[in-house]
């Protein structure tokens, strides 16, 4: 299984722009909700990595950390995006139309990988078959299409990863992705998701541990990788 994580650059899309402002909002109020953030996320994950003394795998766990935060946690007593919307100034009037859009219904996903897409008026992306809403669609990332293409990723194979939909386009979203090698109704990716699906309930965590927990299902045959967002 690869795993991938995507960075803070320039030149990203708007929607990964608007939540890169406000995650850097956050950044700088960070001592005040850290520690009750790192105290759930244990609890949520039964393991950490501090002090592990693998730097790579570190900084992977630290982004799924903040993915969760921004997208998943009840760290606030609202969604984060919603906490931030409410709560912190300087918000343009183009990452409040974005975000409220984003929080109305991002959500990590599993996708069967159909293929790439570049063109003059979408960008560069993957197309993608949802296998539990029986439709395929466009998501937009300049990070995923470089990995996939660079990885020679093969027709059918899985991928977890976060999608909102904006003013009708689809977009991948947060820190983490991941794909596995195998097809996607044949690997373990598809049996987490399953179960996600039938508590209602996200599978972000579940499979992220799987990957980056020297005990996960998926720690031996694991390829850890940063890349640039888009």
């Known amino acids: 299984m690869d795993m991938a994580m995507s ?8 929607v990964q722009v608007a939540i890169d402002n406000m995650a850097l909002s956050y950044l700088e109020v960070k001592p005040k909700f850290v520690d009750e953030a790192r105290k759930e996320f ?18 992977c766990m630290n982004r799924v950390f903040t993915d969760w935060i921004l997208f998943e946690s009840d760290v606030f007593d609202s969604s984060s995006i919603q906490n931030y919307l409410t709560n912190f100034g300087g918000i343009s009037d183009e990452d409040r139309r974005i975000l409220e859009q984003v929080d109305s219904n991002q959500a990590f996903g599993f996708f069967r990988f159909d293929g790439l897409f570049e ?37 059918g194979t ?25 097809q996607f109704n044949e690997g ?8 996600g699906q039938a508590y209602n ?30």
């Not at 899985?158 to 596995?180: K, L, N, P, T």
């Not at 373990?188 to 179960?195: D, G, K, L, Q, T």
């Open 201 to 230: 309930v996200s599978w972000m965590l579940p499979l992220a541990m799987d990957i980056l927990n020297p005990d996960g299902r998926f720690s031996k045959s694991r390829e850890l990788r940063t890349v640039k967002a888009a």
């Open 188 to 195: 373990m990716s598809i049996e987490i998701a399953r179960m």
């Open 158 to 182: 899985g991928v977890s990863m976060r999608v909102a939909e904006v003013d009708g386009e689809h977009y991948a979203i947060g820190q983490f992705f991941a794909h596995d090698r195998a």
């Open 42 to 59: 244990e609890y949520e994950c039964q393991f950490f990595l501090d002090g592990a003394g693998n730097e790579l795998l570190q900084d």
């Open 119 to 155: 063109d003059g008026v979408n960008g560069k992306g993957v197309v993608v078959y949802d296998p539990f809403a029986g439709m395929k669609i466009s998501v937009r990332s300049e990070a995923l299409y470089e990995i996939a293409r660079d990885g020679h990723w093969s027709t």
């Open 7 to 14: 960075g803070f650059v320039t030149g990203k899309n708007r």
